[in-house]
């Protein structure tokens, strides 16, 4: 016998077929909306049609009298119980259901639960409400005008619309720098609101049981472990009582980390009759109340010298946070990661300042495929850096390689204090350039000007920093950010694992069985992984930020190599020898010097439970938990190709490259998966997903009518290439990926069409780039800003 062929068995490396497609693709999956439970009853939500008013009075008794109807919740009888109000994930507060105002379009005002989910309605639409209208906010510079209402004035001490402000980096320094400068560049931009959409919208079943005391919620939430904790908190239940179960998801994109009104009232209601309510959102509740993302304004400056080094950068950026500050981020950190900003370059110094505005739209920003507000610090950076070019008039590859660090550069302080951990950029860079053929691309694109047709090409180079923890820096509520997993290997030698990590389309249950395959030698089909269930899953903060490999992932090496540990003795005993004398490959334990004399893995796994040496416990199976000692910085660089209709501004893609180096692959063909759903979202947002606001608060884009999400027919082709630079602090090598594409993508698209239009003078279309915008800019030879309000017809 001799060492096992890793990818036979599904381990590191191996493009393994996804388990979990075995349910999806065929409509076995288990979503909260299957989940049927004896007596259930239906919640719906009735939402302001208002953004901005008082509530005069609110008449439910028309709702009460419709057969069927169990329960009317308002705001006043919420209040009663303490409730009306809830925390949300930044130290702000959320109106469960409202009690003086509605802050935006869409608010939940009552709660009708009632036989079946029509009956339901029907209660929401036999509930009176008089509202006195107040005008409304809808971008940040309305909200911090000197005579603005205030929109949180259920704030103690809240005179004004400003949220928060902060403020990275170096004043002093930055100034100097500037002062230096031979040239200073400037960019201001919007990037717009966008909402993540996921398939299935978000859902839960609270399943009080009156005779146990004991809450069940199953519900479509990303970070089980996080709201449990908490519903101890608001609720002021005991957090052994309360068990949060996740089962499949269909698709989170960040949409599902946030804690919403919907199970909050929920779980009271089911308090209070002692029965299982289920809440089911409809699209139209999940696009105009759920967890957004951006809607961030930037001004900025860079300061170059003239062949192209970049000396310094000042960024200011004013978020919108619509009427509650509910993001999900680390605690010491406002805008979320906005300060990995030109964290792939070397930028000696650098000052980034923020505010955030109340306003009177939906809450919940920072979700949406962005590793906590990177969406926003990449395209930014990309954005300015194409800008540079343009003003110094130098090639777009060449300003990147003037500035990319290079190899002899890790790990790398940045200048707002992250330590980036190793890359190979400029190898990514030019297998990209080589990949796309660019300099020919840009010969044919001067022909091709000369005979009227737009083409242009745009870049996007970035690094991520994924990973959250570790501890020392990283809290959601205080409470640290780690993971962990737990594996349990039986008799036969077959397994179960379960992580803190909650999967809701990544595939999971897929990779972390090729962890434990490549550690323990165990097939990964022998490995059933299990996430979701706070009962049976140990503590972990949830899937979002790509921080499942990275850290669970992590959890995943590291539990199996304790299990290791414990075999390797069980070994020692089968073998006869003492344990310094055993070895290990894959698979099997040996005898030093006699190769041919081993033990299986499997054959340790059935010593455990029946022949274990006097004195050893029974059994094969640990935990670990896994604080991870930096961030992991995956790289990318994308290359898209456009040519601009001039006549119509409707702009095609033709080609788009991407390199990406994410470290060790656990599941290259996941990986590719999750870099085309990427690239896919990042052309949605760049050329279609429109999300904003007229004048009055009235949402434009809470259907999908008008937030358009491409089908196959729109979505371009990817052509795909890899880089390895292993992580040197992951156990594996991996680093993080979900986001990747989607956060770097958005710059290549909106870069190759400001290319395509470098001869016009227009320095900035916000997106989406729409082909109206994009005809508008042609015909002015000036930007076009994308900002609300949007005139209501439009
Ligand atoms: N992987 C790998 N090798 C690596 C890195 C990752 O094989 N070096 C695999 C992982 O094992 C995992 C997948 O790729 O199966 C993604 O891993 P990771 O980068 O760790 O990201 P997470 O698992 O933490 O997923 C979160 C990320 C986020 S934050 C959003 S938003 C997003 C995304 O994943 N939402 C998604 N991709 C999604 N994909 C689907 N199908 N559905 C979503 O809701
Ligand atoms: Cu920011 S969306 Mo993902 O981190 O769940």
Same mark, same amino acid.
């Given at each position: 016998?001799?060492?096992?062929?890793?990818?036979?068995?599904?381990?590191?490396?191996?493009?393994?077929?996804?388990?979990?497609?075995?349910?999806?693709?065929?409509?076995?999956?288990?979503?909260?909306?299957?989940?049927?439970?004896?007596?259930?009853?239906?919640?719906?939500?009735?939402?302001?049609?208002?953004?901005?008013?008082?509530?005069?009075?609110?008449?439910?008794?028309?709702?009460?009298?419709?057969?069927?109807?169990?329960?009317?919740?308002?705001?006043?009888?919420?209040?009663?119980?303490?409730?009306?109000?809830?925390?949300?994930?930044?130290?702000?507060?959320?109106?469960?259901?409202?009690?003086?105002?509605?802050?935006?379009?869409?608010?939940?005002?009552?709660?009708?639960?009632?036989?079946?989910?029509?009956?339901?309605?029907?209660?929401?639409?036999?509930?009176?409400?008089?509202?006195?209208?107040?005008?409304?906010?809808?971008?940040?510079?309305?909200?911090?005008?000197?005579?603005?209402?205030?929109?949180?004035?259920?704030?103690?001490?809240?005179?004004?619309?400003?949220?928060?402000?902060?403020? /990275?980096?170096?004043? %002093?320094? &930055?100034?100097?720098?500037?002062?230096? @400068? =031979?040239?200073?560049? +400037?960019?201001?931009?919007?990037?717009?609101?966008?909402?993540?959409?996921?398939?299935?919208?978000?859902?839960?079943?609270?399943?009080?049981?009156?005779?146990?005391?004991?809450?069940?919620?199953?519900?479509?939430?990303?970070?089980?472990?996080?709201?449990?904790?908490?519903?101890?908190?608001?609720?002021?239940?005991?957090?052994?009582?309360?068990?949060?179960?996740?089962?499949?998801?269909?698709?989170?994109?960040?949409?599902?980390?946030?804690?919403?009104?919907?199970?909050?009232?929920?779980?009271?209601?089911?308090?209070?009759?002692?029965?299982?309510?289920?809440?089911?959102?409809?699209?139209?509740?999940?696009?105009?109340?759920?967890?957004?993302?951006?809607?961030?304004?930037?001004?900025?400056?860079?300061?170059?010298?003239?062949?192209?080094?970049?000396?310094? /950068?000042?960024?200011? %950026?004013? &978020?919108?946070?619509?009427?509650?500050? @509910? =993001?999900?981020?680390? +605690?010491?950190?406002?805008?979320?990661?906005?300060?990995?900003?030109?964290?792939?370059?070397?930028?000696?110094?650098?000052?980034?300042?923020?505010?955030?505005?109340?306003?009177?739209?939906?809450?919940?920003?920072?979700?949406?495929?962005?590793?906590?507000?990177?969406?926003?610090?990449?395209?930014?950076?990309?954005?300015?850096?194409?800008?540079?070019?343009?003003?110094?008039?130098?090639?777009?590859?060449?300003?990147?390689?003037?500035?990319?660090?290079?190899?002899?550069?890790?790990?790398?302080?940045?200048?707002?204090?992250?330590?980036?951990?190793?890359?190979?950029?400029?190898?990514?860079?030019?297998?990209?350039?080589?990949?796309?053929?660019?300099?020919?691309?840009?010969?044919?694109?001067?022909?091709?000007?000369?005979?009227?047709?737009?083409?242009?090409?745009?870049?996007?180079?970035?690094?991520?920093?994924?990973?959250?923890?570790?501890?020392?820096?990283?809290?959601?509520?205080?409470?640290?950010?780690?993971?962990?997993?737990?594996?349990?290997?039986?008799?036969?030698?077959?397994?179960?694992?379960?992580?803190?990590?909650?999967?809701?389309?990544?595939?999971?249950?897929?990779?972390?069985?090729?962890?434990?395959?490549?550690?323990?030698?165990?097939?990964?089909?022998?490995?059933?992984?299990?996430?979701?269930?706070?009962?049976?899953?140990?503590?972990?903060?949830?899937?979002?930020?790509?921080?499942?490999?990275?850290?669970?992932?992590?959890?995943?090496?590291?539990?199996?190599?304790?299990?290791?540990?414990?075999?390797?003795?069980?070994?020692?005993?089968?073998?006869?020898?003492?344990?310094?004398?055993?070895?290990?490959?894959?698979?099997?334990?040996?005898?030093?010097?006699?190769?041919?004399?081993?033990?299986?893995?499997?054959?340790?796994?059935?010593?455990?439970?029946?022949?274990?040496?006097?004195?050893?416990?029974?059994?094969?199976?640990?935990?670990?938990?896994?604080?991870?000692?930096?961030?992991?910085?995956?790289?990318?660089?994308?290359?898209?190709?456009?040519?601009?209709?001039?006549?119509?501004?409707?702009?095609?893609?033709?080609?788009?490259?991407?390199?990406?180096?994410?470290?060790?692959?656990?599941?290259?063909?996941?990986?590719?998966?999750?870099?085309?759903?990427?690239?896919?979202?990042?052309?949605?947002?760049?050329?279609?997903?429109?999300?904003?606001?007229?004048?009055?608060?009235?949402?434009?884009?809470?259907?999908?009518?008008?937030?358009?999400?491409?089908?196959?027919?729109?979505?371009?082709?990817?052509?795909?290439?890899?880089?390895?630079?292993?992580?040197?602090?992951?156990?594996?090598?991996?680093?993080?990926?979900?986001?990747?594409?989607?956060?770097?993508?958005?710059?290549?698209?909106?870069?190759?069409?400001?290319?395509?239009?470098?001869?016009?003078?227009?320095?900035?279309?916000?997106?989406?780039?729409?082909?109206?915008?994009?005809?508008?800019?042609?015909?002015?030879?000036?930007?076009?800003?994308?900002?609300?309000?949007?005139?209501?017809?439009?």
């Amino acid at each position: 016998m001799t060492a096992l062929d890793e990818t036979a068995i599904g381990g590191l490396g191996a493009s393994r077929r996804r388990v979990e497609d075995a349910r999806f693709v065929r409509g076995r999956g288990h979503y909260v909306d299957d989940i049927h439970l004896p007596g259930m009853l239906h919640m719906e939500i009735l939402r302001s049609p208002l953004a901005h008013a008082r509530i005069v009075s609110i008449d439910t008794s028309k709702a009460w009298e419709i057969p069927g109807v169990r329960l009317v919740l308002t705001g006043e009888m919420m209040a009663q119980r303490n409730l009306a109000w809830m925390p949300t994930l930044s130290y702000d507060t959320q109106a469960v259901l409202a009690t003086d105002k509605v802050r935006f379009q869409g608010q939940e005002v009552c709660v009708v639960v009632a036989d079946d989910p029509y009956i339901a309605k029907d209660g929401c639409e036999a509930i009176v409400v008089e509202y006195e209208a107040l005008p409304a906010i809808v971008n940040p510079e309305q909200a911090a005008a000197p005579d603005a209402p205030v929109i949180r004035d259920d704030k103690e001490g809240q005179t004004d619309n400003t949220c928060y402000r902060w403020e /990275v980096g170096d004043a %002093a320094a &930055t100034e100097r720098a500037f002062a230096q @400068a =031979d040239v200073v560049s +400037s960019l201001k931009l919007h990037y717009p609101r966008s909402h993540p959409s996921p398939i299935e919208c978000c859902g839960s079943i609270a399943d009080y049981d009156a005779g146990t005391g004991k809450l069940t919620v199953y519900m479509t939430t990303q970070a089980p472990h996080i709201i449990r904790a908490a519903v101890a908190l608001v609720a002021e239940l005991p957090e052994h009582m309360i068990r949060i179960v996740s089962p499949d998801i269909g698709g989170g994109f960040g949409n599902k980390v946030p804690i919403y009104p919907g199970y909050v009232a929920g779980i009271l209601a089911s308090i209070l009759l002692g029965k299982p309510v289920k809440w089911i959102e409809d699209k139209s509740g999940n696009l105009s109340s759920t967890g957004f993302g951006r809607d961030m304004y930037l001004d900025a400056q860079m300061a170059l010298r003239s062949d192209g080094k970049i000396l310094a /950068v000042r960024m200011h %950026a004013v &978020t919108d946070q619509g009427a509650f500050f @509910a =993001d999900a981020q680390p +605690s010491k950190f406002k805008v979320g990661l906005l300060h990995s900003a030109f964290a792939c370059y070397d930028v000696p110094v650098g000052l980034i300042t923020a505010e955030g505005q109340y306003t009177n739209k939906a809450p919940g920003g920072v979700a949406y495929r962005c590793s906590f507000r990177v969406t926003e610090a990449m395209f930014f950076q990309e954005r300015m850096v194409a800008a540079a070019a343009a003003d110094l008039g130098i090639d777009a590859a060449e300003i990147r390689r003037r500035n990319l660090l290079t190899d002899d550069r890790f790990p790398h302080r940045t200048a707002f204090g992250f330590l980036v951990d190793s890359g190979q950029y400029h190898k990514c860079l030019d297998l990209g350039l080589d990949a796309i053929g660019y300099e020919e691309f840009k010969r044919d694109q001067v022909a091709a000007r000369e005979r009227g047709r737009l083409l242009g090409i745009g870049i996007s180079t970035m690094t991520e920093p994924l990973g959250a923890g570790n501890s020392r820096e990283y809290d959601i509520l205080g409470i640290k950010m780690f993971d962990s997993a737990e594996l349990r290997v039986h008799m036969t030698g077959k397994a179960i694992l379960r992580t803190g990590a909650k999967t809701q389309g990544q595939g999971h249950e897929t990779t972390w069985a090729q962890i434990v395959s490549h550690e323990l030698g165990i097939p990964a089909d022998d490995v059933i992984v299990e996430e979701g269930d706070t009962d049976t899953a140990p503590f972990g903060m949830g899937t979002y930020a790509s921080r499942s490999t990275p850290v669970a992932g992590a959890a995943v090496a590291m539990v199996a190599r304790k299990v290791r540990a414990k075999a390797r003795k069980l070994a020692a005993h089968l073998l006869e020898v003492s344990e310094e004398d055993v070895e290990w490959e894959l698979g099997r334990f040996y005898v030093r010097g006699a190769p041919e004399r081993g033990a299986t893995i499997q054959e340790c796994a059935a010593a455990a439970y029946s022949n274990m040496p006097d004195g050893m416990e029974p059994g094969l199976e640990n935990n670990a938990y896994y604080d991870p000692p930096n961030l992991t910085w995956p790289f990318a660089v994308y290359i898209v190709t456009v040519e601009v209709d001039p006549e119509t501004g409707v702009w095609d893609v033709l080609r788009v490259v991407a390199v990406d180096d994410c470290g060790v692959r656990i599941n290259p063909m996941i990986v590719e998966g999750q870099i085309m759903g990427g690239l896919t979202e990042a052309y949605a947002m760049a050329n279609m997903q429109f999300q904003t606001y007229d004048a009055d608060g009235n949402q434009v884009g809470s259907n999908y009518m008008d937030y358009l999400l491409p089908t196959a027919w729109e979505t371009p082709g990817f052509e795909l290439h890899e880089v390895v630079t292993p992580c040197p602090h992951h156990p594996i090598g991996a680093k993080g990926v979900g986001e990747c594409a989607a956060v770097g993508g958005p710059a290549a698209f909106v870069n190759a069409v400001h290319d395509a239009l470098a001869s016009t003078g227009v320095r900035n279309i916000d997106m989406p780039v729409l082909p109206d915008r994009v005809w508008q800019a042609l015909q002015d030879g000036r930007d076009v800003s994308g900002a609300p309000p949007v005139r209501s017809d439009s």
